[in-house]
């Protein structure tokens, strides 16, 4: 119960800041490519406080998304590889950290990314799991940066 509380504190704290579309557009990048908490809450709490300024709150959101899918991406493409097809520590790490995540799930994701690339990042921009999870496999599975910025931004805009 703690824990929600402090989240509510802090987020009216924000929400009545001057500051708060600042730290919306950083929590929204962060989100996007390696902090757990989403964005939402600050936006709506904002969105709501100054309704003239609504749009303005989604369009940092937005943007703020689509940088932090950047970063997310650029992780996966130079963090997640320590050579050709060898793992870095960093996804050793997450092999060995997140129960059921192996290589062999890893290789069988990558298939899918393969086949259905726009339409996972699309989708994945809608879903309450953590879009980082998202950018940095697109990173890591070289898809097309184009088209994931493509799908990035119609999909954080239009959530």
Known sequence: MTLIRNLYDWVLKWSESKYGPIALGVMAFAEASFFPIPPDVLLIALALGMRSKSIQYGLICSIGSVLGAVCGYAIGS????????????????????????????????????????FWIIFTAGFTPIPFKVFTVSAGAFDVNFIMFIIASTLSRSAR
């Open 78 to 117: 130079f963090l997640w590889w320590n050579g050709v097809e060898q793992f870095s520590q960093l996804a050793q790490f997450f092999f060995n950290s997140i129960p059921g995540f192996s290589p062999d799930l890893f290789y069988l994701i990558k298939t899918k990314y393969e086949v259905w690339n």
